[in-house]
């Protein structure tokens, strides 16, 4: 059976293959097949959306130091200009 085929793989999990020789056994493989999908979409959709959110503080501080770059190349010369200025 398939089931017995990805049984012996490291690489699939065990709730996928028990699905499938729940699915093969009762003859209905390919609803469980769509809920083997179902379920799985539902997990990547959550852990997308959850590294969404763990890079916008990143990306925040990235942003924040190419700006805080910019003004100090403009501001810098304009000090060292105005204290030069002053001797």
Do not use: H
């Amino acid at each position: 059976t398939i089931r017995d085929g990805l049984a012996k793989s490291p690489r699939f999990p065990k709730t996928a293959t028990n699905l499938i020789g729940i699915g093969e056994e009762a003859g209905a493989l390919e609803k469980s097949l769509n809920k083997l999908t179902a379920f799985y979409k539902l997990q990547v959709d959550f852990k997308l959306g959850n590294l969404s959110k763990a890079i916008e503080p990143v990306l925040l501080v990235v942003v924040f130091g190419m700006v805080l770059a910019l003004a100090l190349a403009v501001f810098l010369p304009m000090w060292k200009m105005n204290s030069l200025m002053k001797k």
